[in-house]
């Protein structure tokens, strides 16, 4: 089955420094990824998403990068703000279903 | 604004109560998930239902049930709480294409078994 793993648990960075979030996943036919954010005390919300036909997505703030060949991708968030603390997940869509990581926690240093 | 609502955030119940947690969606969406979540170990799925009526099991079914009477309620049931079913456990849905599309998850219920 699949195996989604992020690199590190914690993440702290400096306010207006871009942040870099990555994941591995394991299953090579995987062909859908998504990004979630999870403030304390609610549910994940979707933050971009990215198809195994892209290596490269962007959205307001955040870039997702896909490298289908070291099975990794990465969630860039640009200028860094009080309100981007919280936990992100990666989410790897193969084999009919959604497989999440387990997560990282980003601080941000004011 | 889409919305999945879960009826409860907080819940304290005994060990070898019946346990409901209820979760309703306003989107028309026809899959709907049941998972839990666990420091170090990320969002597990308990169980999904793509249609009415319709059931599947996910990697961590033992111990709960579920119910989809109706397209936009979906209910996780444990059977008889025990305390390793303390948890956050999380509704979402997602279109019938899901694989296309992101999952809207609920606020979670924060389940306490004593």
């Known amino acids: 089955g699949e195996s989604v793993g992020l690199h590190l648990p914690t993440l702290s960075v400096q306010e207006g420094d871009n942040s870099i979030i990555n994941c591995a996943y394991s299953?090579?036919?995987?062909?859908?990824f998504i990004w979630y954010k999870q403030e304390s005390g609610k549910g994940p919300q979707f933050i971009i998403d990215?198809?195994?036909?892209?290596d490269k997505r962007q959205g307001q703030r955040v870039t997702v990068l896909l490298n289908k060949t070291v099975k990794h991708l990465s969630l860039q968030i640009a200028a860094t703000q009080p309100g981007d603390s919280a936990v992100y997940f990666c989410?790897?869509?193969?084999?009919?279903?959604?497989?999440f990581g387990t997560g990282t926690r980003l601080t941000i240093i004011p | 604004d889409v919305k999945v609502t879960q009826s409860s955030r907080y819940l304290v119940k005994r060990t070898g109560e019946k346990v409901f947690l209820e979760c309703v969606q306003d989107?028309?969406?026809?899959?709907m998930f049941w998972y839990r979540q666990d420091p170090g170990l990320g969002l597990r799925l308990i169980y999904f239902s793509y249609d009415v009526k319709m059931k599947e099991k996910g990697d961590i079914p033992e111990g709960y049930s579920v119910s989809r009477e109706k397209k936009e309620r979906f209910s996780l049931i444990l059977e008889s709480a025990s305390t390793n079913q303390t948890s956050m456990y999380l509704c979402?849905?997602?279109?019938?294409?899901?694989?296309?599309?992101?999952?809207?998850f609920g606020s979670g219920t924060r389940l306490t078994v004593v």
């Open positions: 979402a849905s997602s279109l019938a294409s899901g694989r296309l599309y992101g999952y809207t």
């Open positions: 989107m028309d969406h026809e899959n």
């Open positions: 299953n090579s036919a995987s062909d859908y």
């Open positions: 989410a790897v869509f193969g084999n009919e279903k959604l497989t």
């Open positions: 990215i198809r195994s036909n892209m």
